[in-house]
């Protein structure tokens, strides 16, 4: 017996340890990794020594600019500490995903999982943060469109000091994340297509939502000119076509290359660094420093590892809307709660209109917030396969099969009618060919591929497939189809007078798109006058104070028409940096 036990307990330190030794630690060496992105996979490296991750970078990403640098961000802190127990990159959550995903991937190729990495210690302070002080002419506060383009303009308008500060860990704001379009009358394409248009019109377009006419005009006046600055100064290269947004008279949009707002973003990203403006981020505006006259003259703020208080000339606030804020959209209207979903990036919670109201800024609009009528109905996220509409080639329906709605109608006018139909849903109509014309399945291949896996987007054959596959009266919608297309082959949209050229729907393969209005654009937000200077409720000027953007209300009235939100922080943005450079010299 006691040799059976002595045998038991050696063979047991034998295959017990060698099984230990086996799986108590990662293979040295360099492991790829991929996961699943927003806009496709994200392939990382990593290299392991020890069971410790020694250098990670990213192969290769799919995932919009600025969003993608989440993965270079964890990276870099799981490298910190050989951990993959680190937060998500706020703002990023998709992509963020991925990286962890692909981290976890390049591990069950090292042999093993993160388990087995050596943790290393991080010593934590409980000490509080730091405060420090610093000098500025001029402090941006928000790093936007409309904060870059405000930076840019200060600087080349003489400014010496400028610097901007932005609470997320990247810059681009709703601006990154949009279709990018601007509404520029007379430019050259329309020129070439024979469309007459000019500011008068567009000033009459968006003047219908009962907007100030005196911003309007500003708008309206400079759209074209700033549209050149972009290309001639930034370097934005546009698209060779225009798109017609609904409510404009006229197609005047100009369309960015890839139709992403990446590529102004990316341009002014490269522009800023070019003119040596610091950005500061993950740096958060709290609070505006007043002197007895209610005149601004600095700015508190929140770093990661230090607080900062600046004393400065000016104060640019680019913050954008309120968007996300569900408790401020709730106090102005209480029909946009919880339940309607958003397009807004993260962050556009309406700090910057928060903060100035605190010191006496008046604001105006509140109570219009706009909803963009086709966004993902799981998500919010506007859906860019809906270009295929803004260039005339689809028509909407209901779950019943019918048209509900003139296509280019107002993003309001749109999203109402969508609410009123079964289910709240609408569903865009198209051939595949119209989805191709119109640059989605090269622009947007990736939005295509996710909304088909989860079944909010079908393709087929026929008309009947397509709506069986979406579960939308079949017969009603080949009637519809058949009727829409005589109305085409008429000349004229008897039913809802749809503006701009009409296009058949005759051949397949069909694409169904079903859909659901977000939240989009708040109108309202802080009064300002044509300079930019920030109003109190007297309407006199809050000395060092300045405003652009969807942060500012008054200039869309009660509905923004498509595109004029890039000509608005544009323009406005640029008399921002101009005016405060003049008046902090």
Not at 163 to 168: A, F, H, R
Not at 210 to 234: C, F, M, Q, T
Not at 281 to 304: M, S
Not at 330 to 344: A, G, I, R
Request: glycine share 10%; proline share 2%; net charge negative.
């Amino acid at each position: 017996m006691k040799r059976i036990i002595t045998l038991l307990v050696s063979l047991f330190l034998v295959f017990g340890c060698s099984s230990k030794q086996a799986v108590s630690s990662l293979k040295d060496g360099t492991f790829t990794g991929v996961g699943k992105g927003r806009n496709g996979d994200v392939k990382i490296s990593i290299s392991i020594k020890d069971s410790t991750i020694v250098d990670a970078e990213v192969v290769e990403t799919k995932e919009t600019a600025g969003y993608g640098e989440a993965s270079t961000i964890i990276l870099n802190k799981v490298i910190e500490t050989n951990s993959l127990e680190v937060d998500a990159v706020s703002g990023a959550t998709f992509t963020s995903n991925a990286t962890f995903e692909a981290l976890k991937n390049a591990l069950s190729k090292a042999g093993g999982d993160e388990s087995l990495l050596a943790k290393k210690v991080v010593e934590e302070t409980s000490k509080e943060k730091e405060t420090i002080k610093e000098s500025h002419q001029i402090v941006v506060v928000g790093a936007g469109g409309a904060g870059m383009i405000a930076a840019i303009e200060a600087k080349l308008n003489g400014a010496e000091d400028v610097v901007i500060i932005e609470k997320m860990p990247f810059v681009g704001g709703n601006t990154l994340i949009s279709g990018a379009e601007m509404a520029a009358p007379g430019n050259d394409l329309q020129k070439q297509e024979g469309i007459e248009d000019s500011a008068d019109l567009l000033y009459e377009d968006v003047l219908k939502a009962g907007g100030n006419p005196d911003l309007i005009r500003v708008l309206a006046d400079n759209a074209l000119n700033d549209s050149k600055w972009l290309s001639e100064v930034v370097n934005v290269e546009w698209e060779n076509e225009l798109m017609f947004f609904g409510g404009h008279s006229v197609k005047r949009s100009l369309i960015p290359l890839g139709a992403r707002g990446t590529e102004p973003v990316g341009k002014l990203k490269k522009k800023i660094e070019e003119l040596n403006i610091p950005v500061m981020l993950n740096t958060k505006a709290t609070e505006l420093i007043v002197n007895e006259k209610n005149e601004v003259i600095g700015l508190k703020a929140e770093g990661e590892k230090a607080n900062y208080e600046f004393e400065t000339k000016g104060v640019i606030l680019t913050t954008g809307g309120f968007g996300n804020n569900v408790e401020m959209r709730k106090k102005y209207d209480p029909n946009v709660d919880e339940s309607v979903l958003s397009t807004n990036a993260k962050g556009i919670d309406g700090d910057g209109i928060i903060m100035a109201s605190n010191i006496g800024a008046d604001l105006v609009g509140m109570e219009y917030i706009q909803l963009y009528p086709v966004c993902n109905p799981e998500t919010g996220a506007l859906l860019y396969v809906d270009d295929t509409r803004l260039k005339g080639m689809t028509i909407m329906v209901n779950k019943e099969g019918k048209r509900f709605v003139e296509e280019l109608n107002t993003r309001y006018a749109i999203s109402m009618a969508v609410k009123a139909q079964t289910g709240s849903v609408g569903y865009e109509l198209m051939t595949k060919k119209a989805a191709e014309e119109a640059g989605v399945l090269l622009n947007h291949k990736s939005e295509v591929d996710d909304l088909m896996e989860k079944g909010y987007l079908v393709e087929a054959d026929t008309l009947a497939e397509v709506a069986e596959k979406m579960g939308v009266d079949a017969k009603t919608l080949e009637e519809t189809v058949k009727v829409w297309n005589g109305y085409v082959d008429g000349g004229k949209d008897l039913e809802f007078n749809k503006r701009g050229t009409l296009y058949k729907i005759e051949e397949g393969p069909y694409w169904l798109v079903k859909f659901a209005p977000a939240v989009h654009h708040t109108m309202g937000g802080i009064k300002i006058d044509t300079q930019t200077h920030v109003l109190d409720k007297d309407g006199n000027v809050i000395k060092g104070l300045y405003a652009a953007g969807e942060v500012t209300g008054g200039i869309h009235g009660n509905n923004r028409l498509g595109s004029v939100a890039i000509t608005d922080i544009t323009v406005f943005g640029r008399i921002a940096g101009q005016t405060a450079t003049s008046e902090t010299k």
